[in-house]
């Protein structure tokens, strides 16, 4: 499907991901569990908090809130 990476639809961004990405993306290579990296459809301030706890080097990918996509967070 051809479509602008963008939209300014949370809603549609997670219709994208349930439709389209949530069987193919980010399991454990070998196995059918998510790797425990990825967090999904969380907000930038949900993965802040989550890292909070985590050292230098810590990460995890999460769903975009604004476009069509992934997100990596850190903390340095």
Request: aromatic share 4%; net charge negative.
């Given at each position: 499907m051809c479509r602008?990476?963008?939209t300014s639809s949370r809603d549609e961004i997670i219709r994208w991901f349930k439709e389209e990405q949530t069987l193919r993306v980010c399991l454990?290579?070998?196995?059918?569990?998510?790797?425990p990296w990825?967090?999904?459809?969380?907000t930038r301030?949900?993965?802040?908090?989550?890292l909070k706890s985590g050292s230098a080097g810590s990460f995890l990918v999460r769903v975009s809130e604004r476009i069509f996509g992934y997100v990596l967070s850190y903390r340095t």
């Open positions: 602008s990476l963008s454990q290579q070998g196995e059918s569990r998510v790797a990825f967090h999904g459809i969380i301030e949900e993965a802040e908090d989550l």
